[in-house]
């Protein structure tokens, strides 16, 4: 059974920054992407960034140029580095993986909608 436990939320003042991991487990699949989404209260979920299985990253406009995602294949586990962090950026942020594509694209642009997922974890930026 595939596991996807996310770490490394906190609160943080405006123009900080944060690393997010995702530890993923119980899976053999090579052609895969993971990516990364968020959902702040009384909004929709929205995708943030996403990897290919060969490293190819997508961003959502709104972090591009300050979150770079990221996939340590040996430890299984994917990262999210967000720097210069806004109050707009709090949210619940769920780590997604979508075996049924090698596509970050397809996993933004489906919503996660064929993903598995984390649980999440709180990051909360103060102005």
């Known amino acids: 059974q595939v596991q996807l436990v996310e770490s490394g939320g906190g609160s943080v003042q405006s123009g900080g920054s944060l690393r997010l991991s995702c530890a993923a487990s119980?899976?053999?699949?090579?052609?895969?992407?993971m990516g990364w989404f968020r959902q702040a209260p009384g909004k929709e979920r929205e995708g943030v960034a996403a990897?290919?299985?060969?490293?190819?990253?997508t961003y959502a406009d709104v972090v591009k140029g300050r979150f770079t995602i990221s996939h340590d294949n040996a430890k299984n586990t994917l990262y999210l580095q967000m720097h210069r962090l806004k109050p707009e950026d709090t949210a619940m942020y769920y780590c997604?993986?979508?075996?049924?594509?090698?596509?970050?694209?397809?996993?933004?642009?489906?919503?996660?909608?064929?993903?598995?997922w984390g649980q999440g974890t709180q990051v909360t930026v103060s102005s």
């Open positions: 990897i290919d299985s060969d490293g190819t990253s």
């Open positions: 119980g899976y053999t699949y090579n052609n895969y992407c």
């Open positions: 997604a993986a979508d075996f049924s594509s090698a596509s970050g694209r397809w996993l933004l642009s489906s919503g996660g909608k064929l993903a598995t």
